[in-house]
T-cell receptor
Framework: KNQVEQSPQSLIILEGKNCTLQ??????????LRWYKQDTGRGPVSLTI?????NTKSNGRYTATLDADTKQSSLHITASQLSDSASYIC????????????FGRGTSLIVHP | AAGVIQSPRHLIKEKRETATLKCYPI?????VYWYQQGPGQDPQFLIS???????DKGSIPDRFSAQQFSDYHSELNMSSLELGDSALYFC???????????????FGPGTRLTVL
């Protein structure tokens, strides 16, 4: 069964600090992996899309890594800001000619001043 | 920049009633996706449309149906509503690049449906 596991479930950090969120998956066959930021009650916003051949991709203060061999991804947030407080969701898309997403439960990040 | 528009933003219905949710994709986007996110749960993919044709089907109940119209907007029709249908319903749109499973999706703000 395709699964996406995220850790930690929740995280509290101080403003300005860095943090790393983890995503492990068992989705096969693999097409791509996406990180989303979701504020409470709002739609997810795409941060990165990573394909099999991409190891690292940055989007401002967000840097995602992908190890397709170990089926692990991480999202590193640098110099956190209060506005980073949100849920970060890892989504893995299976290939095979159709769109089959498997969502992780998300990591709830709270940034304190 | 224009974003995905969903209407209504909030909807309250009673059990066994019907509901229609609307989604207006970003201009020039040809693909629409529908998701359901229950309280404290991760989003579940329901169904998608590309060029007005159903593209992929996820965990959409038989009581639900959807379609995409000639102007690319989409409607999700929900009948015989149940308490468990209470959720946030997101619509996302994308522009097919030929590698659709990798296309970036832009999500709307969601419609919060409450079934009493």
């Amino acid at each position: 069964k395709n699964q996406v596991e995220q850790s930690p479930q929740s995280l509290i950090i101080l403003e300005g600090k860095n943090c790393t969120l983890q995503c492990n998956y068992t989705v096969s066959p693999f097409s791509n992996l996406r990180w989303y930021k979701q504020d409470t009650g709002r739609g997810p916003v795409s941060l990165t899309i990573m394909t099999f051949s991409e190891n690292t991709k940055s989007n401002g203060r967000y840097t995602a890594t992908l190890d397709a061999d170990t089926k692990q991804s991480s999202l590193h947030i640098t110099a956190s800001q209060l506005s980073d407080s949100a849920s970060y969701i890892c989504v893995v898309i299976s290939s095979g000619g159709s769109y089959i997403p498997t969502f992780g439960r998300g990591t709830s990040l709270i940034v304190h001043p | 920049a224009a974003g995905v528009i969903q209407s209504p933003r909030h909807l309250i219905k009673e059990k066994r009633e019907t509901a229609t949710l609307k989604c207006y994709p970003i201009p020039r986007h040809d693909t629409v996706y529908w998701y359901q996110q229950g309280p404290g749960q991760d989003p579940q993919f329901l169904i998608s449309f590309y060029e007005k044709m159903q593209s992929d089907k996820g965990s959409i109940p038989d009581r639900f149906s959807a379609q995409q119209f000639s102007d690319y907007h989409s409607e999700l029709n929900m009948s015989s509503l149940e308490l468990g249908d209470s959720a946030l319903y997101f619509c996302a749109s994308s522009q097919q690049t030929g590698m659709f499973s990798r296309d970036e999706q832009f999500f709307g703000p969601g419609t919060r449906l409450t079934v009493l």
